[in-house]
Structures are given as structure tokens and as C-alpha cells.
């Protein structure tokens, strides 16, 4: 039997390979890091994942489009954007992730954010592939008729890659209701075809699932109560520091106020807001889902018990719980000391992958309980499938029945990561579970369908 060390070494190899034939992926080759550095003990345990081409078949998408997007501005200049769709894993189902449009949106963020989604996705239980796209167009500032020219030049090439047995896109960040609408339209006028569920976060009057748009925050909220219950506590009067305003962030603070804790902080890329009574989510709201505006805003109309900080960093806050949920690699070393300093005793990832490496390790070695983002924010994809469920039944579910749903398939993903991590020697670590976890049930399905 080969030792886990030299399994190690194995996956090590492989891990330069990756960054040789992905080069200038910075994010992708993290990933791919976090992924293999914690598989060596189940490919040591279970001789079928050592079989040559199978973790190698795993890091290469099954297919990658890149496109231009070419459309007008409302002074009628002509502006070109390139869009992307990773299709990276469909052994469990059709592809599923969402679309992210971000000037920092490139092929290798993309990669990234496809490889998580196909572990992450798998921890659900549901039947649902990995994808993701996006493009680097910017929504800040432009007039709905610009984001809707944009959204039906998108849609005008990603429609023929897309389906609801194939791949079905869903939002992320900068794409919310407003883009889904836009989006849906145009692949419905091109096919002549309503084919609900081949867009997920859709309106509710049109195919849209209740609880979609609160799934990922309360789903991550329901985790790290989940990770506080096996340390003995509970979300009840704790502090929570909360980065982002965006979707995920609202409804993190929504359920965390729901569950008796204070989140006293919401930010976005101008700076943060401090409100020591706690964010006040009717006033968030009206800011950001309605006037898309800034935080700052927030702090200007709420009175003496909110600051806003230009820039700085969020995680200066004390408090017992932080939950990132703006973006990528916002959480580093230096902020995990900080939390650490202030008592933290939880960090659950609403983001995709927020906490660098060194982050994660100082977090993890200080005994903070650290929930990763593919297993603490999995509510939003797998609600996102149960809107597929009810989508192919032409029904729709009660509030209640998908927030029941989504509570059990947050318990089971978090059971499922904590015995996994203690299987193979590495108890109270839910990166290790997570990736274990997730790989087992993709790899299985993989060895099952043959070399394809
Ligand atoms: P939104 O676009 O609704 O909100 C994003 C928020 O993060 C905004 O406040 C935005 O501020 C801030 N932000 C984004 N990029 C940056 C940046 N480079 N620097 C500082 N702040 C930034 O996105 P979501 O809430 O949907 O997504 C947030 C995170 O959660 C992402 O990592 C996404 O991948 C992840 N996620 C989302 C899911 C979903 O269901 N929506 C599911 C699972 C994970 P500003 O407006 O100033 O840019």
C-alpha cells in the first residue's frame, strides 16, 4: 500500500504541472492547492483514487468557452467585454454555477471559482455538476438599459452551451434578479423555448424558487451555529463582524439577527460601516438592492450609532464570529491575527474561498472553528437545485418547505464534513472534510462512467 507521504508527493507533482499548464491563474492554482494538499490520507486509504488519470481528469474542465460581448453604451458607443462558461465536471449532474460579472473577472478566476463548485456542489447530496462564468464587464454605474443590452449580448452566445439537462447558470456577484430577468428573456426569444430551468434565482412570478435569494446567507449562518453547537454554544448574543452588502451579506445578517447574535458591520469596496446597535437591514436594504448605492450612505442616514470607515479593513472589529462574504482572498494573514487577537471563536466563509492559505492555517492552529466556503455557503447552489426540482414539476414550494430543505442539507453537510475530517485523523477540521468529502462522491462517479 502507498503511504500517505508518498501519496503526498505524488499530488505535489501534480500541483506543478497545474500551475505549468495554467499559467498566470493565481487563483485557479490556489484552489487546486487548498483541493490536493488535504487528499493524500483517502488516495492513501483507497488504492481506486490512486488509478493513473483520475485526479489529473478532475483538474481539467471537460470544456472551456470564451467569447466577445460586444454592445452599446448609452451614448452609443460600442463597448466589447469577453465572456466566459467553464463546464468543469458533470459526472454528478448538469453543470451548475453562477455567472459573476466583475472588472477583475478573468479565465482563471473562473477556473477557480468551477473547481470549488464541484466539490461543493457534491457535499449538497443533490445531483448537480460544477460550472461557473462571468465576464468582465462592470454593472456599477450603468443604467438598466445598458446592463439589459449587455445581459442579451451575453446570452446571444452562451445560450447554445447552455440548457436545463446541460448547464444552468445562476448569479454571483454583480448578477442578481435584475441580470437573471434580462438573461432569461433573451435565451427564451432565441429559442423560442420556456425552458424554466435553465437559469436558476429567477423572479418569483416567473420559475423563481422562494428562500433563493436568502439561501446562501442563511445557509452559512445555519453552519456556523452548526460548528458553535459542537463547541457547546450558540449563536445567542454573539457579536458577528459580516463583510460585503451584496446578496449574500444581507441575508447573512438577516439570519444572524433572526438567531439572536448582533452583526455590527456590512462593506463594500469603498470602505466599511461600524453600527455598534447592529445593522439596521431595512435601511441595507433600501441602499443597496434598491438605490444600488454605497455604504456610506448607510452610516450618513442611520445616526450616532453607525461609522463608516473609507477603506481600512473590516476585521479590525471585535467581535466572535466573522463571516467574509464580498470575495475572494479579502481575509489574510495579517486579519486572522487581528480576529484572533479579539477573541474570535468562529469563521464561516460566505465567499468563495476569502481566507488566504496562511489565513486559514493561523485560524485553524489559534483553534478557531473555520467553516470553507464550499461546504458553509452550499445553501445558495443547493437551493438554486431545488428550484430545478420544482421547475421540472411545474410547482412551487412553500417558504417553509425550502427553508426546511435547505436546514436539513446544511446539517448534512456539516455531519457529513465533521465525521469525514475524524475518519481520516484530522477531527474539528472541515477543509479536510469538506474536500475528502466531496471528492469521494465525485470520484466515485467518475471511476463508475469510465475515462471520458
Ligand atoms: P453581490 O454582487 O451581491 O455583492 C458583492 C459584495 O462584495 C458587494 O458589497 C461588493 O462591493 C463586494 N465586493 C465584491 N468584489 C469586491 C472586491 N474586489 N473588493 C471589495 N469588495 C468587493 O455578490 P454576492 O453577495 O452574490 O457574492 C458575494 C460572494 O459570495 C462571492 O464570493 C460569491 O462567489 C459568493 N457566493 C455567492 C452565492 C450566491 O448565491 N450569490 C453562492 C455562493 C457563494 P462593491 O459593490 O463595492 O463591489
Not at 459573476?100 to 478573468?106: C, D, E, Q, T
Not at 464541484?118 to 460544477?130: C, D, E, H, Q, R
Not at 460585503?244 to 469596496?269: H, M, P, Q, R
Request: net charge negative.
Amino acid at each position: 500500500m502507498t503511504t500517505r507521504s508518498e501519496t503526498q508527493s505524488t499530488l505535489d507533482h501534480l500541483l506543478t504541472e497545474i500551475e505549468l499548464r495554467n499559467p498566470a491563474q493565481p487563483e485557479f492554482h490556489q484552489a487546486a492547492h487548498e483541493v490536493l494538499e488535504t487528499l493524500a490520507p483517502v488516495v492513501a486509504a483507497r488504492p481506486e483514487y490512486a488509478e493513473p488519470g483520475l485526479i489529473e481528469r478532475l483538474v481539467e474542465p471537460e470544456r472551456q468557452v470564451m467569447f466577445r460581448v460586444p454592445w452599446q453604451d448609452d451614448q452609443g458607443r460600442v463597448r466589447v467585454n469577453r465572456g466566459f462558461r467553464v463546464e468543469f465536471n458533470s459526472a454528478l449532474g448538469p453543470y451548475k454555477g453562477g455567472l459573476r460579472f466583475h472588472p477583475s473577472v478573468n479565465l482563471g478566476v473562473i477556473k477557480f471559482l468551477g473547481f470549488e463548485q464541484i466539490f461543493k456542489n457534491a457535499l449538497t447530496g443533490l445531483g448537480i455538476g460544477g460550472g461557473k462564468g462571468g465576464s468582465d464587464f462592470d454593472p456599477h454605474g450603468r443604467s438598466d438599459a445598458e446592463v439589459m443590452r449587455f445581459c442579451q449580448s451575453f446570452m446571444t452566445e452562451l445560450y447554445r452551451h447552455i440548457g436545463e439537462h446541460t448547464d444552468v447558470p445562476a448569479g454571483d456577484i454583480g448578477v442578481g434578479g435584475r441580470e437573471i430577468g434580462y438573461l432569461f428573456g433573451q435565451y427564451r426569444r432565441i429559442t423560442n423555448r420556456w425552458e424554466s430551468g435553465v437559469l436558476t434565482g429567477k423572479g418569483q412570478g416567473w420559475g423563481g424558487s422562494l428562500i433563493r435569494p436568502e439561501a446562501t446567507g442563511y445557509g452559512n449562518v445555519l453552519f456556523a451555529a452548526a460548528m458553535l453547537r459542537e463547541r457547546g454554544e450558540d449563536l445567542e448574543g454573539q457579536t458577528a463582524v459580516v463583510s460585503g452588502s451584496g446578496n449574500v451579506a444581507i441575508y447573512t445578517i438577516e439570519k444572524l439577527t433572526a438567531l439572536g447574535a448582533n452583526a455590527v458591520t456590512c462593506s463594500d469596496s469603498s470602505g466599511y460601516v461600524v453600527d455598534e446597535k447592529g445593522i439596521d437591514l431595512d435601511l441595507l436594504k433600501q441602499i443597496k438592492e434598491v438605490e444600488r448605492g454605497r455604504v456610506d450612505a448607510y452610516a450618513e442616514r442611520r445616526g450616532a450609532s453607525a461609522r463608516f470607515v473609507p477603506g481600512g479593513s473590516v476585521w479590525d472589529v471585535p467581535a466572535d464570529l466573522a463571516l467574509p462574504s464580498a470575495t475572494q482572498n479579502e481575509l489574510d494573514e495579517n486579519a486572522a491575527a487581528t480576529l484572533i487577537r479579539n477573541g474570535v471563536k468562529a469563521v464561516s466563509e460566505g465567499a468563495n474561498m476569502p481566507a488566504t492559505p496562511e489565513a486559514v492555517h493561523l485560524l485553524q492552529q489559534a483553534g478557531v472553528a473555520f467553516g470553507p466556503g464550499k461546504a458553509a455557503n452550499a445553501g445558495g447552489v443547493a437551493v438554486s437545485a431545488l428550484e430545478m426540482a420544482q421547475n421540472h414539476a411545474r410547482t412551487s414550494w412553500t417558504a417553509a418547505r425550502v427553508e426546511e430543505e435547505l436546514a436539513d442539507i446544511m446539517t448534512s453537510i456539516h455531519t457529513t464534513c465533521h465525521e469525514t475530517a475524524e475518519r481520516y485523523d484530522a477531527p474539528g477540521d472541515y477543509v479536510t472534510g469538506a474536500n475528502i468529502a466531496g471528492f469521494e462522491r465525485v470520484a466515485d462517479a467518475m471511476l463508475a462512467q469510465g475515462v471520458i
